[in-house]
């Protein structure tokens, strides 16, 4: 799990692509990487990966075929930018949300502008994703979260504050980028427990919502 608080920068090293995969190697700047072992998380633009070789002064890590579809590793260059976070512990501050890594798609710039000293941004999602966009929810864009500050159909608006993007990758954005987004993770839990196949045991243990509710275990 991560927070959606960008620790560093990165730079993207090395992509070798092997088929469909891609193994990557990852700069990571001031990224503290002293407690970080093999098989540990680092979330980079927002994907949770496995860091499969520790280098001095950055990581390996392999990505799928389904994260490299699904995300914008698909056209990153050596020498992109990354931002970047180590999993959380026990004792971190929980200063954004809840961040899983796993990335639901591609969001697009449509439009962005300064107003006053923060940077504003107009950016459309898929229509299977909009559904999960609130007014005032979070939201996570290439692994930075954010408070959605306005809704207009599959369309949202962001407002950058300076800090957060003179600490990340959002600065450079402009109109036409493509960035990873990943909806909020109760929205999606919410949705699946308001399905009703989801509210039904299967019908071979004999026990069924119904029966519960009559047995007093439900209200």
Not at 76 to 82: A, H, R, T
Not at 171 to 190: P, T
């Amino acid at each position: 799990m991560f927070t959606g608080i960008i620790e560093a920068l990165g730079t993207l090293r090395k992509i070798d692509r092997k088929g469909n995969d891609i193994r990557l190697t990852v700069a990571s700047g001031k990224l503290d990487l002293t407690d970080v072992k093999l098989g540990d998380s680092i979330a980079t633009n927002g994907v949770c990966l496995t860091v499969v070789e520790r280098l001095g002064d950055g990581y390996v890590a392999d990505i799928s075929a389904e994260t490299v579809d699904l995300t914008g590793f698909s056209h990153y260059q050596v020498g992109q930018k990354v931002n970047l976070e180590k999993a959380v512990t026990a004792t971190t501050r929980l200063g954004g949300h809840m961040v899983s890594g796993h990335v639901d798609g591609i969001a697009k710039v449509e439009q962005c502008a300064y107003r006053g000293k923060a940077l504003e941004f107009w950016l459309s999602v898929p229509a299977q994703l909009s559904r999960y966009i609130a007014h005032k929810g979070s939201i996570t864009i290439d692994g930075v979260s954010l408070t959605v500050n306005e809704v207009d159909g599959a369309r949202f608006r962001l407002t950058i504050v300076p800090h957060t993007a003179g600490e990340t990758t959002l600065v450079d954005l402009k109109v036409g980028d493509s960035v990873n987004i990943e909806v909020d993770l109760i929205a999606r839990y919410l949705e699946r427990l308001m399905q009703p196949e989801a509210n039904h045991v299967q019908p071979s243990s004999g026990v069924t919502m119904e029966l519960l509710a009559k047995s007093g275990f439900l209200r």
